[in-house]
């Protein structure tokens, strides 16, 4: 043959090349995560090019600005109708904009703002060589106690890495929640846990226990992403495709075109049973409900008390804002198969939580089981499976996350010789000596303890509500039951700063600067506002509570 009967072999057998489509992305619909994203990068670049003296003060405008912008963004969308009428599927089917999404991504840039707050206070510590420090240690990369640590606490080096890394990880916690498709949620939940868990290790004071905290942190985070991703193989197996609108029409059976190469596994139940499972396992670890919680006390003592302040109210946030969009978007046609299963977390939650709180005697130890039995209350809203669910858990999450932020940032004031005085015992009689810290505390408390007057009353309440209206009755009496054994152990705390002797060697209360003062007004603004006059917030929430297909 040829060698020109070859070339016209090759040239007429080939195919004429389909063209391929440019992504069409709706970057103003995309804008608050895209700021948040720009600004954690220029954060990186301040830290490479701004000297090291006007850092700190550089990192903390970027960061609050772009919270505020990112804010305003989310707020311009939803008067733009995007949360109710224009509601639709964005950036190719990857990312949801409609109500739900908004109002988590509102919430969680607050609670980012306030937890910024937080971050950037040097006062509480007293100097060292002169400088000013924070709660984060000198040099993230040197061995605690070593010659090289004690030169950067010498020199006055701060880690201010720890901006554009709370950046980072609020940028994947507005993705995440707004997720309409596996991938993106997966991606999602590694773009904010892998800062999380640098944040965990960078303590000042109590390194080694820091360090130990975000190990643990890290290692059953890695497991939990693993299981995700198996479950999202999984689903792909049985779907043929990772969006949730593909997957939720074939779980109802409504899927007309099949790929003839996915025909074989499509609508195998095994694959979407386990696949399920899988992915809910990862979502329910990253909310702290038993029997995924094992991870929370430890890392909520050890992490640096801004960032568990932080970590504790913002993931919450979004990963109900993720599970919720799976169990309610993805599969509404499966729910007689995975209410039961939620039953059982929600009920081992909330009493788990509550019951091994009471044994606690460290403070910070108390709230992460506290955080655990607020998850159980939060999912009884989940499984209500209703409208009224949906905006009764975005309520919840809007008032618990800034009691938790407010409530971590009053511990950071009590302090003794050895830093932070977190062992309960120490709290003795801090009514007698502070009492306006310990009236704010007092008022953060009980409003974990659901007493009428609070955001914590209107939350559960209106949770509750929802599950006894959907049909989960009994879960409401196991919720009122696990509360009112919360409640022993937080007016515990309260009568143990009123009504004990205070001793001498007892902690002092810190003078904190501004920014944290603005943090605790914040929380008990919130607290008192959404107790006392609640239903603005729930109507937000209410208009806010429908998910877009």
């Not at 004429?16 to 992504?23: H, M």
């Not at 929640?177 to 999380?196: G, K, R, Y």
């Not at 919450?316 to 509404?332: E, S």
């Not at 008990?524 to 509570?545: E, S």
Request: proline content about 5%; aromatic content about 10%; overall charge neutral.
């Amino acid at each position: 043959m040829s060698a020109a009967a070859v070339h016209s072999l090759w040239t007429t057998a080939a195919e004429p090349i389909a063209k391929i489509d440019a992504p069409k992305i709706e970057y103003g619909q995309l804008s608050p995560a895209l700021i948040i994203f720009g600004a954690a990068v220029v954060g990186v670049l301040i830290e490479a090019f701004v000297p090291r003296r006007a850092r700190y003060h550089a990192q903390v405008f970027v960061s609050a600005v772009s919270l505020c912008a990112a804010f305003a963004a989310v707020v311009a969308l939803a008067a733009g109708g995007y949360g109710t009428t224009k509601a639709h599927i964005a950036a190719m089917g990857a990312v949801a904009v409609d109500g739900p999404a908004l109002f988590l991504e509102g919430t969680i840039l607050l609670a980012g703002l306030v937890g910024l707050f937080t971050f950037a206070e040097r006062r509480l510590d007293p100097a060292a060589h002169g400088n000013r420090v924070d709660s984060f240690a000198a040099q993230a990369a040197s061995v605690p106690g070593s010659d090289s640590e004690k030169a950067a606490v010498k020199a006055g080096f701060t880690t201010t890495e720890v901006f554009p890394l709370l950046l980072f990880a609020v940028a994947g916690m507005l993705v995440f929640p707004a997720a309409s498709d596996l991938l993106t949620l997966f991606v999602a939940l590694e773009v904010f846990s892998l800062p999380l868990y640098l944040l965990c290790a960078l303590a000042r004071r109590k390194r080694l226990m820091s360090q130990e905290a975000a190990v643990k942190y890290f290692l059953l985070g890695a497991f939990a992403s693993a299981f995700t991703l198996f479950g999202i193989a999984l689903l792909y197996g049985y779907a043929g495709s990772v969006s949730y609108s593909t997957l939720a029409r074939v779980v109802d059976g409504t899927v007309t075109d099949v790929d003839p190469a996915l025909a074989g596994t499509m609508g195998n139940d095994a694959l979407l049973l386990i696949g399920t499972a899988l992915v809910v396992m990862g979502l329910l670890f990253k909310v702290g409900a038993v029997p995924f919680h094992m991870w929370t006390p430890d890392v909520y003592q050890g992490a640096p008390t801004p960032v568990t302040g932080f970590m504790a109210a913002a993931t919450k946030v979004a990963a109900f804002g993720a599970l919720l969009r799976l169990l309610y978007v993805v599969l509404p046609g499966l729910r007689w198969d995975w209410r039961p299963v939620m039953w059982a977390v929600a009920i081992i939650t909330m009493l788990g939580g509550a019951i091994v709180a009471i044994t606690q005697t460290d403070i910070k130890r108390l709230l992460a089981y506290s955080s655990i039995a607020h998850a159980g209350f939060i999912l009884a809203g989940v499984i209500a499976t209703s409208e009224d669910g949906v905006s009764a858990v975005l309520f919840y999450l809007a008032a618990y996350s800034f009691v938790t932020i407010g409530a971590f940032a009053v511990v950071t004031l009590v302090r003794d010789a050895g830093g932070e005085a977190t062992h309960l015992s120490k709290w003795a009689g801090l009514g007698r000596r502070s009492p306006l810290v310990a009236a704010v505390f007092a008022v953060f408390l009980l409003a974990f303890a659901g007493i009428p007057l609070t955001s914590g009353f209107a939350g559960k309440f209106a949770v509750f509500r929802a599950a006894a209206e959907g049909g989960a009755a009994p879960l409401v009496v196991v919720g009122v039951i696990s509360s009112a054994i919360a409640a022993f152990f937080y007016i515990r705390v309260i009568v143990l700063m009123f009504f004990s002797e205070p001793k001498p060697d007892g902690p002092t209360v810190a003078v904190p600067s501004p920014l944290t003062m603005a943090a605790i007004g914040v929380g008990v603004a919130v607290t008192l506002v959404l107790g006392v006059a609640p239903q603005y917030f729930l109507d937000l929430a209410n208009q806010a509570g429908v998910f877009v297909r």
